[in-house]
C-alpha cells in the first residue's frame, strides 16, 4: 500500500512546527485561548448591544444612552476566560484546526512548487519554507477559522438564552449595561438571575501630566522583570524550577523578589512568552496600577480598567471620522484593543 504523499507531508509539517509557530498559527486563526475569550467576549456583547438597540427603537428612543463597550467587553472577557481556559472541547478543536490550516497551507505550497519537489526536501530546507509560509500573510493563515466562528455563535446564542436577555425590558438592559441607575430592589431583582455590569466609572488618573503608582517593591520588581525580558536579561531557569523566572535584589543585597511567568506549556513555549512581553505589557501594569490607586480602596478591591482608558494614556488617537463635526471622535481601533487585551493576558502569567 503507497502512502498518500499529501499525508506524509502533514505529518512532516506538524512534527516540525516549534512553540513559537503553533502559537502565531493559533493566534492568527483565532484558537489560541486567549484570542477566544476576547472573541467570545465581544460576540456576547454584540448580542446584547444588539438586544438593546432592537427595544430602544421599538420604544422610540433613537437617542437613548449608548453602551460603554470597552467596559462590557472587559467584563464578559473576565468572566468568560476561566470557561473557554477550562472548556475539554477547545483543546481537541485547535488540534484539529492546527491540521486543516497546516493541510491547507501545503496544498498552497504543493499547488505552486509541486509534491515530488516539496517530499524532497530535507529536514532542514522543509522546516525553514514551512516557517517562512506561515509567517507570510497566506490565506491559510490569516482568517479565523470557521469552526471558531461556529463555536462562538452556538456559545454566544446559548449564554444569552440562559441569562434570557431577549425576555429584558428596555430598563432592564439599562441597568445591565449600566446605563440607568438602580435602587436596591431593582440590584437585588437582577441579581437573582445574573450579575449586573458594574456602572461606568472613570477615574481621572493623570494630574498635570503625572499619575500616582505604589513604589513598592513589588511593583518594581515586576517593572523590572519586564523590561529585562525586553532586554533578554536577568532571566534563567532555577534548577528547582520548570519555569522562567527573574529576580531583583534587594538594597546592600538584603531579600530578593521572584517573579515567574507560569501558564500551559512546555518550558520552551513560556520562553517564548517571556520573549513577547514588550512596553505595552509594562504601561498596561502602570496604568492599573494608577486606577487602582486613583480608587483609593482597599488592597484587595477590584478597580475597571478599560482597554480604551489604557490606549489614552499611552496617546493612541482615538478614530475619527472626515466627514464628523471636530468634536467627535469613537473609541480604539479594534487591533489595538486587541493589543491590550494580550498585555492583560500577560500580565496574569506574571506570578510574584
Not at 73 to 82: D, G, K, N, R, S
Not at 199 to 208: H, I, N, S, V, W
Not at 294 to 315: F, Y
Amino acid at each position: 500500500m503507497v502512502a498518500d504523499p499529501l499525508a506524509v507531508l502533514l505529518e512532516r509539517a506538524s512534527g516540525a512546527l516549534g512553540s513559537a509557530e503553533r502559537t502565531l498559527l493559533a493566534m492568527r486563526c483565532g484558537y489560541h485561548v486567549d484570542i477566544m475569550a476576547v472573541a467570545l467576549a465581544g460576540t456576547l456583547s454584540g448580542r446584547i448591544i444588539e438586544q438593546y438597540t432592537l427595544l430602544r427603537s421599538a420604544h422610540r428612543q433613537p437617542d437613548g444612552p449608548d453602551p460603554d463597550v470597552a467596559t462590557l467587553v472587559a467584563t464578559l472577557q473576565h468572566a468568560t476566560q476561566p470557561f473557554v481556559r477550562s472548556a475539554p472541547e477547545i483543546a481537541a478543536q485547535a488540534t484539529q484546526i492546527e491540521r486543516e490550516v497546516l493541510t491547507a497551507l501545503l496544498d498552497e505550497w504543493v499547488g505552486a512548487a509541486g509534491v515530488d519537489t516539496v517530499s524532497a526536501l530535507d529536514d532542514t530546507s522543509f522546516s525553514t519554507e514551512l516557517q517562512r509560509r506561515i509567517l507570510s500573510p497566506s490565506s491559510a493563515v490569516v482568517r479565523v477559522h470557521p469552526t471558531i466562528l461556529s463555536w462562538l455563535d452556538r456559545v454566544s446564542g446559548e449564554a444569552i438564552a440562559t441569562a434570557g436577555i431577549a425576555a429584558r425590558s428596555l430598563d432592564d438592559l439599562e441597568h445591565l449595561l449600566g446605563l440607568r441607575p438602580s435602587d436596591a430592589a431593582d440590584y437585588a431583582r437582577l441579581l437573582a438571575s445574573t450579575a449586573p455590569i458594574p456602572p461606568r466609572r472613570t477615574q481621572a488618573l493623570f494630574r498635570d501630566g503625572l499619575a500616582e503608582i505604589p513604589t513598592n517593591r513589588a511593583a518594581w520588581a515586576l517593572v523590572a522583570a519586564i523590561h529585562d525580558a525586553i532586554l533578554g536579561r536577568n532571566w534563567n531557569t532555577p534548577d528547582d524550577r520548570q519555569v522562567p523566572e527573574h529576580r531583583t535584589v534587594g538594597p546592600g543585597g538584603r531579600g530578593e523578589l521572584r517573579v515567574s511567568l507560569r501558564s500551559n506549556g512546555d518550558l520552551d513555549t513560556l520562553w517564548e512568552r517571556v520573549s513577547q512581553l514588550d512596553d505595552l505589557t509594562s504601561d498596561t501594569l502602570l496604568v492599573c496600577l494608577a486606577a487602582w490607586t486613583a480608587a483609593g480602596g482597599s488592597a484587595d478591591q477590584p478597580v475597571w480598567v478599560s482597554a480604551d482608558t489604557i490606549l489614552d494614556a499611552r496617546g493612541i488617537k482615538r478614530i475619527r471620522r472626515s466627514h464628523e463635526p471636530k468634536n467627535w471622535q469613537h473609541g480604539h481601533r479594534r487591533e489595538d484593543r486587541l493589543a491590550v487585551g494580550r498585555a492583560l493576558a500577560q500580565l496574569d502569567q506574571l506570578w510574584l
